[in-house]
C-alpha cells in the first residue's frame, strides 16, 4: 500500500507543475505534456539501467538531483517568452524525481515482490485521472493574470524545492544535498589558493571555508532571482493617463496597474518565503542541537576533577559536556568544552542577564535557551552580555580541576541560589 501513496503522491507532484505550466501558456499544452511524459519515462529509463545506484554514479547521481533544481530557479533570469524555456524548466523538475521514484520502486519490489508493481502503477493512474480532471478547471483559472514567464519558472523551482530532492523518500532535504556541494566547492577552492597567497591572514581562509560562509551563499545565490525579479516588478513605470481625459478611466487605468503588481508579486513572495524555510529547515538539519544532562558530580574535598579523557568521553570532539554540584538539595550547572584549536574552556550553564535557562550546542554556536543569542565557540571565555560566565580551572596533565567553591559563588554572585534540578 505504501507503494500505491507514494506513487500517486510522486506523480500528484508532477501534475501540479505540468498544470501550472499548461496554464501559463495554453497555447503550448501538448508540447508540455509531450514533455512531460518523455521527462517521465525517461527517468524510468535511467532508474532501470543504473538500479542499483553505487559509488560514483550514486554521488553524481544524488548532485544531479540538487542541482538540477536550482538550474530551473537560475533559468529563471534568463528565460524569455519561447515555449523552450516552460519546456526545459519541466523537464528539470520532473526527469530526476520520477527516476527517484522509479528507484523506490524497484527496490520495494525486490523486497516485498512483484505486487508492489501493480500498486505503483495504480497510484499513478489514480494521478493521472486527477490531473484529466483538473485540465478542465485550469482554463477558468487564467493563470496568465498572475504569472508571466520568469514568474512561473520561479514557482516551479520553490515548488522542486519543496517537495523534492535527492533521496527524497529517505526525508533528506535537497537544500542540504545543495549546500553541502557548494560548501565543498568553496573548501576546495580556497584549499587551492591558500598556498599562493601567504600574504592574506589564514583566519580569511578559515571563515570562507566555515558552514556559515558556505550557507550564506547557498542562501545568496537562491535569493538573487526571486528578489530580482520582484525589484524588476515594482519599478515597472506607472501607464501613461495623460491622453485619459475622464478620471475614472484614468482611475481604472491605475487600479490595473497596481492589481497586477499585486497578482504577480504575490507568487514570488511566496516562493521567496518558501526557500527561507527550508533554507531555515537545512540549517537545524546540518546543526542539529546538542543539549547533554548535567552529570552529578560528588563532592571531592572542594576540587572537582574532570578527565578529558575517559568516563566523560573524549571530550577534544568539540562537544559541551555539563555537569552539576550541589548544596542544600540545590544543583549547581556548569559546562566544559574543547574548542577546534584545542583551548579549553570551563564556564557556568548561564550568562550574567538571562534568566538561568541555559544553552544547547549547534554547530559551532552555543545558543541561549532564553534569548536565542548564538554564541561563537571561539567567544567562550570571555566575560559579559549574553556569553556564558567563565570559571577559573588549572589544567593538570589529561585531567582539569575546579574548585567547587567557586563554581557556587559564582551563581550565588550572577544568577541566585541554584535550582532544584539542572535543566
Known sequence: MDAFLISFREATEYSAILLLLAGVWSENKKA?????????????????????LSGSAEKFYINLAAYSFLAILILSLVSGI???????????????????????IIGEASLKGGLVYFYSLAGMSAAVVLLLFLFRLVPKLNLQRFF???????????FSLLFGGSARFDKTLVMVTMYRGLHGLIVSTVDAFRSYASVIPQSIFTYISSERFGLAVTALIL???PVYLFIRLLVTPEPSTEGIEIKAGRRKVLAVYTDTLIRRGTPLLMALLVIIVLLHSANLAMSPSFDPEPIPLADDGGMITLPLQGKFGDMSDGRIRKFSVSRDGKAFRFMVIVRPGGDIVAALDACEICPDYGYVQRGEHLICKYCGTPIPLQSLGLAGGCNPIPLKFQLDGASIAINRDEIIAAHDKWIGHGTEHAH
Open 32 to 52: 508540455l505534456i509531450t514533455a512531460a511524459f518523455v521527462a517521465v519515462a525517461s527517468g524510468f529509463l535511467i532508474a532501470f539501467f543504473n538500479y542499483p
Open 223 to 225: 535569493f538573487i532571482p
Open 148 to 158: 508571466s514567464t520568469k514568474e512561473a519558472i520561479v514557482v516551479v523551482a520553490a
Open 82 to 104: 519561447s515555449a523552450v524555456w516552460p519546456v526545459i524548466s519541466l523537464v528539470l523538475a520532473v526527469i530526476i524525481p520520477s527516476a527517484e521514484l522509479a528507484l523506490f
